[in-house]
């Protein structure tokens, strides 16, 4: 799968998370720019998962559906991580 197909089916993300991801698609001609962007977007999706756990902790009644989502992050975190490694391995500028 393209990246642009990746950050198409990350409809669910949140909205300054997608931005960044795109914002950095656009740049991807800059090797170092586009790594920024997807360090931005990774970050993003840390920051998240804190907001997930803090709320899953104030309001357990919530906790199955915000678990869910704090696994998803985590899962976009790591893919995130992986196609870092894949740029800065194999990106040609």
């Not at 586009?34 to 999706?45: E, G, K, M, P």
């Not at 678990?67 to 992986?82: M, R």
């Amino acid at each position: 799968m393209n990246y642009m197909n990746w950050v198409a089916n990350c409809d669910d993300l949140q909205t300054p998370l997608s931005q960044i991801l795109l914002e950095g698609y656009g740049r991807n001609n800059y090797k170092g720019d586009f790594i920024r962007f997807l360090t931005y977007s990774q970050a993003s999706c840390d920051e998240t998962v804190c907001h997930l756990s803090k709320i899953n902790r104030l309001y357990p009644e919530l906790s199955l559906s915000f678990k869910e989502k704090t696994e998803q992050y985590k899962l976009l975190e790591g893919k995130i991580n992986n196609f870092i490694k894949y740029v800065q391995l194999n990106w040609r500028t």
